[in-house]
């Protein structure tokens, strides 16, 4: 009779290796973040923004909602779901990394959203406390030694990418948008946005079945 012992060996034997790679995807993408964020903090002053080509901005904005700018809820309700939902994220990684039916990738889209998700924890905790606000077009210091502008918790993101990709105008006979403006893409974001997007998107297309993780392993790992 064939042995299946080694073929089940090699499918296996690589999983404990996939948490160790999702810890250091997680700890390169929130040290990355971290790194830009807060040299954009100490070397913008607030809405400068910096043309590197016509499609790409630097343009430093904070704010105190969810990714992408978004204003939902109060500041201390919004960082607490965050570290509910980094928890719980977490959690399901660390419960599922070693399962011989999940993908690699969708490991890897896990990693991405939970790195994100901390990414914007940061800010949203110590950002109020370890920097100041000052008024432009002076720049914010790390640790002033007059304190913060805000209170642990209530700190706010700070965003820069911006890629106005395109413009147009509306024709005139479009009831509602005639005349106006159309810009793509304007939202301003961060590294972490990037992530949590990346990861979300990713794990929608490619691997939407292992959102509902099967309970038999029965396909084999890309």
């Known amino acids: 009779m064939p042995n299946t012992d080694s073929g089940t060996s090699l499918r296996t034997d690589h999983m404990p290796r996939r948490g160790l790679l999702a810890t250091l995807i997680i700890i390169a993408v929130i040290i990355l973040d971290q790194v830009i964020k807060i040299w954009v903090k100490t070397s913008f002053y607030l809405n400068e923004d910096l043309e590197i080509t016509s499609w790409f901005h630097l343009h430093f904005i904070e704010n105190n909602g969810m990714a992408f700018g978004m204003e939902i809820g ?96 509306w024709p005139q006979w479009i009831p509602g948008l005639g005349g106006q403006e159309f810009l793509f893409f304007q939202p301003v974001f961060n590294l972490a946005d990037a992530a949590i997007s990346v990861g979300m998107i990713a794990a929608l297309i490619f691997y939407p079945k292992q ?12």
Do not use: E
């Open 74 to 169: 109060p500041k201390l309700f919004l960082t607490l779901f965050r570290l509910v939902l980094a928890g719980g994220l977490i959690w399901a990684l660390w419960k599922i990394r070693n399962l011989p039916h999940v993908k690699t990738g969708f490991i890897i889209c896990l990693a991405l959203i939970i790195a994100g998700a901390i990414g914007n924890i940061i800010d949203c905790m110590f950002y109020g406390v370890i920097f100041n606000n000052p008024w432009p077009p002076q720049v914010a210091q790390l640790f002033p030694s007059d304190g913060g502008y805000g209170t642990l918790f209530h700190g706010r993101v700070v965003d820069m990418f911006y890629f106005p990709l395109f413009s147009f105008t």
């Open 211 to 222: 959102l509902t993780i099967p309970t038999t392993s029965d396909s084999t790992d890309d």
